[in-house]
Nanobody
Framework: QVQLVESGGDSVQAGGSLRLSCTASGYIYSGRCMGWFRQSPGKEREGVAAIVTGYGGGSTYYADSVKGRFTISQDNAKNTVYLRMNSLKPEDTAMYYC???????????????????WGQGTQVTVSS
């Protein structure tokens, strides 16, 4: 049974930082895309960042809206992907979902259709 367990969401002021974590279990971790999507009320789910997992991976991908502020990374020994978010803005407020591809991939695209496994989400709220 595949599980993606997220943590790290919180309420912060604009300019602050947070680190989200997502630990995967129940499937082969390496050689897949793992990433973060976000969704706020009334908006479509948006791809934020993704990484090719495993020791042979490491390529990262970012939405333009977060480049230079967010960093995705991984700890292969822990099957865990992190999203470090700096210089947070009120428009970053959303439910953040961890996702993983259900197929082996060497590159990632930030499209929800490429990800077959999803976590329950963790709320990030940024106040001005």
């Amino acid at each position: 049974q595949v599980q993606l367990v997220e943590s790290g969401g919180d309420s912060v002021q604009a300019g602050g930082s947070l680190r989200l974590s997502c630990t995967a279990s129940g499937y082969i971790y390496s050689g897949r895309c793992m990433g973060w999507f976000r969704q706020s009320p009334g908006k479509e789910r948006e791809g934020v960042a993704a990484i090719v997992t495993g020791y042979g991976g490491g390529s990262t991908y970012y939405a333009d809206s977060v480049k230079g502020r967010f960093t995705i990374s991984q700890d292969n020994a822990k099957n865990t992907v992190y999203l470090r978010m700096n210089s947070l803005k009120p428009e970053d407020t959303a439910m953040y979902y961890c996702a993983a591809s259900n197929r082996l991939r060497s590159r990632c695209q930030l499209e929800a259709s490429n990800f077959g496994y999803w976590g329950q989400g963790t709320q990030v709220t940024v106040s001005s």
